[in-house]
């Protein structure tokens, strides 16, 4: 039977050609399928290579964010059941999902979280709210976030936002030391304090907070509890941040240790965690120029250094 094809590209080509013959007709229905199986191979060798290209694109960005011989959970390498977070702002916990739910599903370990601030001098990327209520938005978020988490217990603090530094270190360091010794942690999980994971000040001095008060309870201890174990801060790419940071990527990665754990960033929770930060769904977009799930195509691994205190 004749395909129905080659008698309609038969009849359109023998108009054109008036008084062509039947085989005539049946030669150019011949060469306009083999002409089009032409266009088709080339058209899927062009999209292979462009699929190829991204691939390796993606492959090699990820050089700039990862590591091999990552953990399945840091808290679960550290073989401990209770784990304090010690931030400054209400979306500081996305540095740390993996973290935190890991330690969660993974090793059903008691998670508690303290952020310094209500976060009320950001900027809302989008505007959800009145800008003198964005403190109060801001925290609704924070706890929410956590709890979709599974953090056990969490509080936001009332700090000023962006003026960490200038509360008395005394005053923060004697809150913290009475949350460590209400929670109990084997671990506490923190900035670096030089560096701050991204620069921002509050986020250095919170580190150093968490960290003083960590050494003084162990300072201290005269009960059972004899203070945390370990003290895991938070690193960040140092290549990554070198190449696309700028200067506050310099100095971060400049002022920081080598990471000593990696472990999966657990990219869903984070996605998560933007929708849920409705103020600041869209920073990743606002801060870096691309979108959230860009980022973490190429930098879906979080990395910490690991203290142990009683080693050093």
């Given at each position: 039977m004749r395909d129905h094809r080659s008698t309609e590209v038969c009849s359109a080509r023998c108009t054109r050609n008036a008084?062509?013959?039947?085989?005539?007709?049946?030669?150019?229905?011949?060469?306009?399928?083999?002409?089009?199986?032409?266009?088709a191979i080339g058209v899927g060798i062009l999209a292979g290579v462009i699929v190829v290209a991204l691939i390796a694109g993606v492959l090699y960005m990820r050089t700039y964010f990862a590591a091999d011989g990552a953990l399945a959970s840091v808290v679960g390498d550290a073989g401990v059941k209770r784990v304090l977070g010690v931030f400054a702002h209400p979306d500081d916990e996305q540095l740390v999902t993996g973290f935190f739910a890991a330690a969660k599903e993974k090793d059903a370990a008691f998670t508690s979280l303290v952020t310094g601030t209500k976060g009320e001098a950001g900027h809302q990327v989008p505007t959800v709210a009145r800008q003198q209520d964005l403190g109060i938005v801001r925290k609704a978020e924070a706890l929410k976030n956590g709890f979709a988490l599974g953090i056990d217990d969490q509080e936001v603090w009332d700090y000023p936002d962006g003026g960490v530094p200038e509360v008395p270190m005394d005053e923060l360091v004697t809150r913290v030391v009475a949350k460590i010794n209400a929670v109990q942690p084997e671990m506490v999980v923190t900035f670096w304090p030089a560096s701050g994971a991204t620069g921002h000040k509050d986020h250095m001095r919170m580190g150093l907070v968490a960290e003083t008060a960590v050494k003084q309870v162990r300072a201290q201890a005269s009960g059972a509890y004899r203070g945390p174990k370990w003290i895991a801060y938070v690193i960040t790419p140092p290549n990554g941040l070198r190449t696309f940071g700028g200067d506050t990527g310099k100095f971060v990665a400049d002022n920081q240790p080598d990471a000593t754990h990696a472990m999966p960033g657990n990219t869903p929770a984070k996605m998560r965690g933007w929708k849920i930060h409705a103020s600041q769904e869209h920073y990743v977009q606002a801060a870096y120029g691309f979108p959230d799930w860009l980022l973490y195509l190429f930098w879906d691994q979080e990395f910490y250094r690991l203290v142990d205190l009683e080693a050093s």
């Open positions: 008084g062509a013959p039947a085989s005539a007709c049946l030669r150019y229905a011949r060469e306009d399928r083999g002409m089009i199986r032409k266009i």
